[in-house]
């Protein structure tokens, strides 16, 4: 499984942003894809995750009403908007998968993409 983040950038604040993870190398039924952020000094933290086959959802409390999660089964992609950024968004995003288990999964995935930093300024 190859996971391959992108559309991170310099923003303002206020401004929005929408990240992609481009993902390859098997089917993903049964999967559920995340998205996952490590800003400076910090550890890594969930943000949003989604089923690839049903499309159901689910969100850390800290991104609710900002972020959404969303999947293109026909480009299998998965994406997180970003909404109204803030300074405190400023991190590297990754993107992750995992097969199976107990939803919604927000920290045990079994892969993982390189990241795309996401610098917010003020």
């Known amino acids: 499984v190859q996971l391959q983040a992108s559309g991170g950038g310099l923003v303002q604040a206020g401004g929005s942003l929408r990240l992609s993870c481009a993902a390859s190398?098997?089917?993903?039924?049964?999967?559920?894809m995340g998205w996952f952020r490590q800003a400076p000094g910090k550890e890594r933290e969930f943000v949003a995750t989604?089923?690839?086959?049903?499309?159901?959802?689910y969100y850390a409390d800290s991104v609710k009403g900002r972020f959404t999660i969303s999947r293109d089964r026909a480009k299998i992609t998965v994406y997180l908007q970003i909404y109204s950024l803030k300074p405190e968004d400023t991190a590297v995003y990754y993107c992750?998968?995992?097969?199976?288990?107990?939803?919604?999964?927000?920290?045990?995935?079994?892969?993982w993409g390189q990241g795309t930093l996401v610098t917010v300024s003020s």
């Open positions: 190398g098997r089917t993903f039924g049964g999967y559920a």
């Open positions: 989604i089923r690839w086959s049903g499309g159901s959802t």
């Open positions: 992750a998968a995992v097969r199976g288990g107990s939803w919604p999964p927000t920290y045990e995935y079994d892969y």
